[in-house]
T-cell receptor, first 112, second 114 residues
């Protein structure tokens, strides 16, 4: 079936290092790819998104890259800080749906 | 209006009881979504409204679940005869219309069925 796969499931980095999280999707018609950050006990917070007409988007320390041919997109966080520690989810609309299908999440831990 | 609001934040109920949750979306957003999230998983789609019309329901939405958005503003999600397997975080999100646009989530309602 249509799905979004995310890896790794856990990621630990030293403060100041970069972190990369990758997702693949199954529906070649998908055209919108958001990333969410979720802290414990809170709802997901949209941190960056990209549409299929561009290959990369950057917002300060966060960037997202998209490879439509390979059907994968990645989140890049540079100069990580302890407050970046959270669960990150990728998502995409599949099968012409309005709703998002989410990946299974990546627990990022930034070690001081 | 600063975001999507959900009430209550936490609910503990006994198995077999009915519960109702409320979501107030961002005021200018006409699309409203309900998702369910269990521990260690991503949110899973339950149902979606455009204005007051419920346009899609997931197979996850059993007959015990019902959602309404009577005036196209706030929405309610009711679970009848709760079961322990219903324990989860119930998330509401809203978006504006016009293609795929940013979905903003509320803080969720954490349901525990004992």
């Amino acid at each position: 079936g249509e799905n979004v796969e995310q890896h790794p499931s856990t990621l630990s980095v030293q403060e100041g290092d970069s972190a990369v999280i990758k997702c693949t999707y199954s529906d070649s018609a998908s055209n919108y790819f958001p990333w969410y950050k979720q802290e414990l006990g809170k709802g997901p917070q949209l941190i960056i998104d990209i549409r299929s007409n561009v290959g990369e988007k950057k917002d300060q320390r966060i960037a997202v890259t998209l490879n439509k041919t390979a059907k994968h997109f990645s989140l890049h966080i540079t100069e990580t800080q302890p407050e970046d520690s959270a669960v990150y989810f990728c998502a995409a609309p599949l099968s012409s749906a309005r709703q998002l299908t989410f990946g299974s999440g990546t627990q990022l831990t930034v070690l001081p | 209006d600063t975001g999507v609001s959900q009430d209550p934040r936490h609910k503990i109920t006994k198995r077999g009881q009915n519960v109702t949750f409320r979501c107030d979306p961002i005021s200018e957003h006409n699309r409203l979504y309900w998702y369910r999230q269990t521990l260690g998983q991503g949110p899973e789609f339950l149902t979606y409204f455009q204005n007051e019309a419920q346009l899609e329901k997931s197979r996850l939405l059993s007959d015990r679940f019902s959602a309404e958005r009577p005036k196209g503003s706030f929405s309610t999600l009711e679970i009848q005869r709760t079961e322990q397997g219903d324990s989860a975080m119930y998330l509401c999100a809203s978006t504006s219309s016009g293609g795929n646009t940013e979905a903003f989530f509320g803080q969720g309602t954490r349901l525990t069925v004992v």
